[in-house]
């Protein structure tokens, strides 16, 4: 059965790090979103994407954060200089017919 | 926007037992409903979704959920429940190709 993947796993970095979180989408799948969760919190939606551009974005989404989809099949989502609070898990997820469908997560901690 | 309360911070139920985890959302037009599982350390499982029809849903491992329009609920229910169930559950709700809004989640801690 086709998931969503991600890369790396865990991600550890120093303060005002450029990172980049990589997700495979489900291949078929037209909408793509991040998301993150702070450890032991909710999981908060962060931006979602349709047809190359970003269709909406949450008030966490700022200058640092943006997405891309470099060719057919990633999408990225760059935090440009990371800030300790930054810490969480990231979440990708693709999305067929409203239902999404989510990757496995990239542990990301800024030191 | 749309919004999700899971009321429950946390459930221990003995195995075997039923199980019913509690969502209440708030949404102006029909949503679109789900229950995501997430095992410590794992990603997001979706374990069932409400779009329109028949008001009780069955998903994966043995869970059902019902959407109740009048009470603005769509609890989670499993007659019985099994060691591997324990997990952290969350409710979420989504207007259509829309940001998903997530419940806090409910902890499942299952007894011997």
């Known amino acids: 059965e086709p998931e969503v993947t991600q890369t790396p796993s865990h991600q550890v970095t120093q303060m005002g790090q450029e990172v980049i979180l990589r997700c495979v989408p489900i291949?078929?799948?037209?909408?793509f979103y991040w998301y993150r969760q702070i450890l032991g919190q909710k999981v908060e939606f962060l931006v979602s994407f349709y047809n190359n551009e970003i269709s909406e974005k949450s008030e966490i989404f700022d200058d640092q954060f943006s997405v891309e989809r470099p060719d057919g099949s990633n999408f990225t989502l760059k935090i440009r200089s990371t800030k300790l609070e930054d810490s969480a898990m990231y979440f990708c997820?693709?999305?067929?017919?409203?239902?999404?469908?989510f990757g496995p997560g990239t542990r990301l901690t800024v030191l | 926007a749309q919004s999700v309360t899971q009321p429950d911070i946390h459930i221990t139920v003995s195995e075997g037992a039923s199980l019913e985890l509690r969502c209440n959302y708030s949404y102006g037009a029909t949503p679109y409903l789900f229950w995501y599982v997430q095992s410590p350390g794992q990603g997001l499982q979706l374990l069932l979704k409400y779009f329109s029809g028949d008001t009780l849903v069955q998903g994966i491992k043995g869970f059902e959920a019902e959407f109740k329009r009048s009470q603005s609920s769509f609890n989670l229910r499993k007659p019985s429940v099994h060691w591997s169930d324990a997990a952290e559950y969350f409710c979420?709700?989504?207007?259509?190709?829309?940001?998903?809004?997530f419940g806090a989640g409910t902890r499942l801690t299952v007894k011997p």
């Open positions: 979420a709700v989504a207007a259509a190709n829309n940001d998903m809004r």
């Open positions: 291949s078929n799948h037209l909408y």
């Open positions: 997820a693709s999305e067929e017919l409203v239902a999404q469908y």
